[in-house]
């Protein structure tokens, strides 16, 4: 494989050169720009022509090609250097910003490579996400898919197990409770009643059924024994058997 040379993407570094730090300034700082070690620097733009005949960087508008100009200046902190194509002395076509911060240069990326950036990254943790969630899915020809969290399982190993709650009585055994309730408020009535809570109880008037004389009880004792002493009707005797004839 053929080596991958730096040059050709240059988002991914940055240069620095300690010993301009401490001196930089809107002045000098295109000459700190125009470092040889510089990776950033183009050495055939107009800025290396001005230079080497030691001209001011005011001849620059009336050349052609390549230049590079302070753009911006936050003293002491930012520089913004611009490299553009210059066709004409009213007329530039802009080609990469360099931003300079504490010294160190960087390459400003523009709005396709930002995008292009940001999709990528969008895409891989999508693509991340589906791999993922395709690692818990299980398949079985009886069961179909479902799916399978080891997480999930070990959670439920350390929950400690609940006992269900017992029912204090099932259905059958509410409804035959009450009914003997029922049977019993019919046959002892309450002898008092509340009508609101907090309020004092009113007896209840219970009428009792008349008690039969006691010479009716005595009369319907005899009876049953009078039948019971009655002579039982006398039983036929078994029948004779008989020999047979010959």
Not at 56 to 63: C, G, K
Not at 146 to 154: A, R
Not at 161 to 181: I, M, P, Y
């Amino acid at each position: 494989m053929a080596a991958v040379d730096f040059r050709d993407n240059l988002l991914g570094i940055s240069w620095v050169d300690s010993g301009w730090v401490p001196i930089l300034n809107p002045g000098n700082v295109l000459d700190y720009f125009s470092e040889r070690s510089n990776p950033f620097y183009d050495r055939t733009c107009n800025n290396e022509v001005v230079k080497m005949q030691r001209l001011t960087l005011e001849h620059l508008n009336q050349m052609v090609g390549v230049e590079y100009i302070l753009l911006h200046a936050q003293e002491p902190i930012l520089y913004i250097i611009r490299k553009q194509q210059r066709q004409s002395p009213t007329q530039v076509i802009p080609l990469a910003d360099y931003y300079i911060i504490v010294g160190v240069v960087y390459q400003a990326p523009d709005l396709g490579t930002v995008i292009s950036s940001r999709a990528l990254s969008a895409v891989h943790g999508i693509q991340s996400a589906f791999d993922e969630a395709m690692s818990y899915c299980r398949y079985h020809p009886s069961k179909g898919y479902w799916w399978h969290f080891k997480d999930q399982e070990e959670r439920e190993k350390a929950k400690p197990k609940s006992k269900k709650k017992e029912e204090a009585s099932s259905l059958f055994q509410r409804q035959r409770v009450d009914t003997l309730l029922l049977d019993l408020r019919s046959k002892f009535p309450p002898t008092f009643y509340q009508p609101k809570p907090g309020e004092k109880p009113i007896p209840v008037e219970v009428k009792k059924e008349p008690e039969p004389p006691a010479e009716a009880v005595k009369q319907e004792e005899r009876e049953p024994a009078t039948k019971s002493s009655a002579p039982a009707p006398p039983s036929k005797p078994p029948p004779e058997k008989r020999a047979r004839l010959q």
